[in-house]
């Protein structure tokens, strides 16, 4: 049996994703409340721009940039048809990346160790 192999390693390029979500409520005795019956539980919703240079950055606000919440690209829904408020979370989130030699770019999460 064959086993696929393949070299990757840590390149300075991001997957940046938009993510909306709301957290998660408790009642009075502080059990969870399930408000979507999503995988999370709560009210969660991702789509991912796409791949970007990124190079170390000289201070931490320089870290991830802020994207305008008028954006039309900010998730709007969650799966279960909730409709985001203007009070949930948006989240700008920047993954690193692994590359190989023939120019193959992938999440670093996504690489199997």
């Given at each position: 049996?064959?086993?696929?192999?393949?070299?990757?390693?840590?390149?300075?390029?991001?997957?940046?994703?938009?993510?909306?979500?709301?957290?998660?409520?408790?009642?009075?005795s502080k059990k969870?409340?399930?408000?979507?019956?999503?995988?999370?539980?709560?009210?969660?919703?991702?789509?991912?721009?796409?791949?970007?240079?990124?190079?170390?950055?000289?201070?931490?606000?320089?870290?991830?940039?802020?994207?305008?919440?008028?954006?039309?690209?900010?998730?709007?829904?969650c799966v279960c048809?909730?409709?985001?408020?203007?009070?949930?979370?948006?989240?700008?989130?920047?993954?690193?990346?692994?590359?190989?030699?023939?120019?193959?770019?992938?999440?670093?999460?996504?690489?199997?160790?």
């Amino acid at each position: 049996m064959d086993i696929p192999c393949f070299y990757a390693v840590p390149i300075a390029k991001v997957q940046v994703e938009l993510r909306r979500f709301k957290f998660s409520i408790y009642d009075e005795s502080k059990k969870l409340v399930i408000e979507c019956p999503g995988p999370m539980g709560y009210h969660d919703a991702e789509i991912t721009l796409g791949i970007k240079d990124k190079l170390i950055p000289p201070s931490y606000e320089d870290l991830i940039p802020c994207i305008d919440h008028k954006d039309p690209r900010w998730p709007k829904k969650c799966v279960c048809g909730y409709e985001f408020e203007d009070k949930d979370e948006w989240q700008t989130n920047e993954h690193r990346t692994c590359g190989t030699p023939g120019g193959w770019v992938e999440r670093d999460q996504s690489i199997p160790h």
